[in-house]
């Protein structure tokens, strides 16, 4: 296989560890632990796997251990860094013991059910290291939690003598390497398993977990490319750039570009929520801020628009779930497409069909397309961009004939997903992945199961960064999923009283108003600690360095 010049030197990179991860290593047990919320009822759904200690690990003395062999999964959507967990993972069991071996699952938790695997040799590990992408094994979205799924993944972990298994994913899939967790350990299995949080959207995060990885290669991926569209911006000087990012549910990217980039406008969806501000209310504000500008002589801008934003706004959040209980009714499932407006409209409630003949037609089109494997729409599906800037022309028309509006508007619109994914990590997920590999390995050695793996303290330089585990359970609180409540980690959304809110809400009005763009230019990986090393300005804020 050809490689790049970056590739072929960004191979030769060596991971820095925490101080408690280098040489020999001892665990230090802390004080039991509890669920964030329904302790009564996590405890009897996981009574093997709660209320075990926080784990961390500090230098300790030489001990020998026996070879074991061990499983891995990449579970869910890409995330730079992937690659060097199971790096981490593999040079962490081959420390301990050189016989020790590690299977890598094919394409996700699909392999384990369906016994599809490859031996993880150092040929294979090498090729990957420092890399982004999955592709070393591939992932995929198949949900671990049916008897007859842990059933087929026992046998094929007995045959190859496998001591536990590593699911690297985000809060879905780490849910249910808890569930595993425990149908092993009731059945006294002998399998352990363990998490590794995992996931762009920076949603998998808590007092233990302070970031999960990939959420930091991602964003700089992102702010490059908005720090360039910015650049053309100022340069051409005619046009309002709306950029979707991705994030599902949470807004942590869009707010990390904002404070990265300081565009003129970035939506927040949880604000939105909490404030309970309709489409029109949003809609208004970019009007005002566009309106200012040209008053200022300015007829460019840039605006930042989360994925999920569509599912935050209550009044479309409402008719949404409309949507689904009709497109999920037989006579909904069998409406002819070119029939499909008119017999919509026939049965919404009023004020959900106020709000759907509100929207553009394409945009109302594409709230009921195809649904996900969980009834949902698909919110990257919808280009929330181009609802929003044909929305922002219309109330300027409509304000240019009431004379309040007499400068230029012209749009472009973009949407920055998959460009992030699967980038070559950054120093920081490059480490802290690794970290978290190696991290995982220990864990393993010391007959934990139904733990994550951790590394805190990261905005300090990697050797005083903190590894350990925390317990899935402790993550744990009770939602109603598809009807019925389920035990699930609890995510994270933006905190409007958290720091990075509070920073980019003190500077959002001048920035809307003048142009007050950075350009944070590409990833760097050799040069000054500095400009290669730096965390996320949300992980600097949160701890307030």
Same mark, same amino acid.
């Given at each position: 296989?050809?490689?790049?010049?970056?590739?072929?030197?960004?191979?030769?990179?060596?991971?820095?560890?925490?101080?408690?991860?280098?040489?020999?290593?001892?665990?230090?047990?802390?004080?039991?632990?509890?669920?964030?919320?329904?302790?009564?009822?996590?405890?009897?759904?996981?009574?093997?796997?709660?209320?075990?200690?926080?784990?961390?690990?500090?230098?300790?003395?030489?001990?020998?251990?026996?070879?074991?062999?061990?499983?891995?999964?990449?579970?869910?959507?890409?995330?730079?860094?992937?690659?060097?967990?199971?790096?981490?993972?593999?040079?962490?069991?081959?420390?301990?013991?050189?016989?020790?071996?590690?299977?890598?699952?094919?394409?996700?938790?699909?392999?384990?059910?369906?016994?599809?695997?490859?031996?993880?040799?150092?040929?294979?590990?090498?090729?990957?290291?420092?890399?982004?992408?999955?592709?070393?094994?591939?992932?995929?979205?198949?949900?671990?939690?049916?008897?007859?799924?842990?059933?087929?993944?026992?046998?094929?972990?007995?045959?190859?003598?496998?001591?536990?298994?590593?699911?690297?994913?985000?809060?879905?899939?780490?849910?249910?390497?808890?569930?595993?967790?425990?149908?092993?350990?009731?059945?006294?299995?002998?399998?352990?398993?363990?998490?590794?949080?995992?996931?762009?959207?920076?949603?998998?995060?808590?007092?233990?977990?302070?970031?999960?990885?990939?959420?930091?290669?991602?964003?700089?991926?992102?702010?490059?490319?908005?720090?360039?569209?910015?650049?053309?911006?100022?340069?051409?000087?005619?046009?309002?750039?709306?950029?979707?990012?991705?994030?599902?549910?949470?807004?942590?990217?869009?707010?990390?570009?904002?404070?990265?980039?300081?565009?003129?406008?970035?939506?927040?969806?949880?604000?939105?929520?909490? !404030?309970?501000?309709?489409?029109?209310?949003? $809609?208004?504000?970019? =009007? @005002?801020?566009?309106?200012? /500008?040209?008053?200022? #002589? %300015?007829?460019?801008?840039?605006?930042?628009?989360?994925?999920?934003?569509?599912?935050?706004?209550?009044?479309?959040?409402?008719?949404?779930?409309?949507?689904?209980?009709?497109?999920?009714?037989?006579?909904?499932?069998?409406?002819?497409?070119?029939?499909?407006?008119?017999?919509?409209?026939?049965?919404?409630?009023?004020?959900? !069909?106020?709000?759907?003949?509100?929207?553009? $037609?394409?945009?109302? =089109? @594409?709230?009921?397309?195809? /649904?996900?494997?969980? #009834? %949902?729409?698909?919110?990257?599906?919808?280009?929330?961009?181009?609802?929003?800037?044909?929305?922002?022309?219309?109330?300027?028309?409509?304000?240019?004939?009431?004379?309040?509006?007499?400068?230029?508007?012209?749009?472009?619109?973009?949407?920055?997903?998959?460009?992030?994914?699967?980038?070559?990590?950054?120093?920081?997920?490059?480490?802290?992945?690794?970290?978290?590999?190696?991290?995982?390995?220990?864990?393993?050695?010391?007959?934990?199961?139904?733990?994550?793996?951790?590394?805190?303290?990261?905005?300090?330089?990697?050797?005083?960064?903190?590894?350990?585990?925390?317990?899935?359970?402790?993550?744990?609180?009770?939602?109603?999923?598809?009807?019925?409540?389920?035990?699930?980690?609890?995510?994270?959304?933006?905190?409007?009283?958290?720091?990075?809110?509070?920073?980019?809400?003190?500077?959002?009005?001048?920035?809307?108003?003048?142009?007050?763009?950075?350009?944070?230019?590409?990833?760097?990986?050799?040069?000054?600690?500095?400009?290669?090393?730096?965390?996320?300005?949300?992980?600097?804020?949160?701890?307030?360095?």
């Amino acid at each position: 296989m050809e490689k790049s010049a970056l590739q072929i030197a960004r191979a030769a990179y060596q991971p820095k560890l925490p101080k408690g991860l280098q040489g020999n290593v001892s665990v230090k047990e802390g004080a039991p632990t509890q669920s964030v919320a329904d302790q009564e009822e996590i405890k009897k759904l996981f009574p093997n796997t709660y209320g075990m200690p926080l784990i961390e690990f500090v230098p300790g003395e030489a001990k020998t251990y026996a070879p074991f062999n061990v499983g891995v999964i990449l579970s869910g959507g890409q995330a730079p860094g992937g690659h060097n967990v199971i790096c981490g993972l593999f040079d962490g069991i081959k420390r301990l013991n050189p016989e020790s071996k590690l299977y890598g699952f094919i394409l996700g938790p699909g392999g384990l059910v369906d016994h599809n695997y490859m031996e993880l040799t150092a040929d294979i590990i090498d090729q990957y290291r420092n890399t982004g992408g999955f592709d070393m094994i591939g992932s995929g979205r198949t949900k671990l939690e049916k008897e007859d799924q842990f059933e087929k993944g026992l046998e094929i972990i007995k045959e190859l003598g496998i001591k536990a298994v590593v699911i690297i994913g985000g809060d879905d899939s780490n849910t249910n390497a808890c569930v595993l967790a425990e149908y092993y350990a009731a059945k006294k299995c002998g399998v352990q398993v363990i998490g590794c949080p995992k996931t762009i959207d920076g949603d998998l995060k808590n007092d233990q977990i302070e970031t999960s990885f990939g959420f930091d290669t991602a964003c700089k991926t992102y702010s490059e490319v908005i720090g360039n569209i910015q650049r053309d911006a100022n340069s051409a000087r005619k046009y309002w750039h709306f950029i979707k990012l991705m994030g599902r549910s949470a807004s942590h990217i869009a707010l990390e570009c904002a404070l990265q980039c300081q565009p003129n406008v970035c939506i927040v969806s949880e604000e939105v929520e909490a !404030k309970n501000q309709t489409l029109d209310d949003i $809609v208004t504000y970019i =009007a @005002q801020a566009v309106a200012n /500008r040209a008053a200022d #002589g %300015n007829h460019f801008g840039v605006v930042l628009v989360p994925e999920g934003l569509i599912e935050f706004i209550p009044a479309m959040k409402a008719l949404i779930a409309e949507l689904n209980d009709l497109l999920a009714t037989p006579e909904g499932a069998a409406v002819a497409k070119d029939e499909q407006r008119e017999w919509i409209l026939g049965k919404l409630s009023a004020a959900n !069909k106020a709000v759907y003949e509100s929207l553009p $037609v394409g945009v109302a =089109a @594409q709230l009921t397309m195809e /649904r996900d494997p969980h #009834g %949902n729409v698909q919110v990257s599906l919808i280009e929330t961009e181009k609802l929003l800037s044909e929305m922002v022309a219309t109330k300027l028309e409509q304000w240019k004939k009431e004379g309040k509006f007499s400068g230029k508007f012209a749009a472009l619109h973009h949407f920055f997903g998959y460009e992030g994914r699967c980038a070559a990590p950054s120093n920081y997920d490059a480490d802290y992945c690794y970290a978290l590999g190696t991290s995982a390995a220990m864990l393993i050695a010391n007959d934990k199961t139904g733990y994550m793996a951790i590394v805190k303290n990261t905005t300090a330089p990697a050797a005083e960064w903190v590894a350990g585990g925390v317990p899935i359970t402790m993550m744990m609180n009770m939602e109603k999923r598809n009807g019925e409540m389920k035990p699930v980690i609890k995510k994270a959304l933006v905190r409007l009283d958290g720091a990075p809110f509070k920073e980019f809400a003190a500077h959002r009005d001048q920035w809307a108003r003048e142009t007050c763009f950075v350009y944070p230019g590409p990833i760097q990986y050799f040069g000054p600690s500095e400009v290669c090393d730096q965390p996320t300005k949300t992980l600097q804020l949160e701890q307030a360095k």
